[in-house]
């Protein structure tokens, strides 16, 4: 019994990588300007973060139609028995219901989606495990237990270094990001129940970041083994300097670096920082 894996864009897997795991990928769009671009595809981060600042407006996002779901499940269907199909939170996008809905419009191979709860290379995690397994030869079941077991452990803490840019997308009244820029005000953010809240409002830069490592200590400090990603938006210079910072400070921990791409820069912004983790 053969076993696929399908994820979408916003896991920012590396081609190479991707390619190494025979991972297939679903990308999602920006739109700028009602011309849409395919992330990881058409538009890279870096591209991306430069085009922003040629516009007014910030983009839109738009989630994989499922018709392409459709194509790729039917494709794989002549070489596989089973998809795992594992995408970003349900509760900021679509991505997933669109895999559920396009597994059932296939016949001749067994579609299981499986809802990360999380975006970024914190949904990459799943990703890398399930494929490992897969080409090892373990099955669907076996997988989805894995991914489940997984789950408990994850974490994911971002922090919004331009309050402005959540401002421009809805997210903060113009009062509140004037204020909070005066203020120097950092919010750190997280996952709770498949949605983006506020972790914590924090005074600078630097204490958020460290907020965000003390978090990472709270659960190191069991001494088991823990797997970490350092993720940026356009600051990777930094990133590998708070990598260097955290791998002296937790021996215990591996650490990796990753990006927020653009469909999910176009939410947090430029400058904003980020780390997830989980226990091996």
Known sequence: MKTAV???STAYIPKEMRERLHIHMMPLNVIFSNEA??????IAADEFYEEVKKHDKLPTTSQPPIGLFVEKFEELQKEYDDVISIHLSSGISGTYQGAVSAGEMVEGIKVHAFDSEISCMVQGFYVIEAAKMALDGQGAGEIMARLEEMKPSVRAYFMVDDLSHLQRGGRL???QALIGSLLQVKPVLHFVDKVIVPFEKIRTRKKAMKRIADSLGDDAASGEKYKAV???????SEAKDWKTELEARFPNVEFDISYFGPVIGTHLGEGSMGMGWYKI
């Open 173 to 175: 009244s113009s009062a």
């Open 230 to 236: 350092i993720i940026h938006a356009k600051r990777e």
């Open 37 to 42: 671009h395919r992330e990881e595809v058409d």
């Open 6 to 8: 399908v994820t979408d």
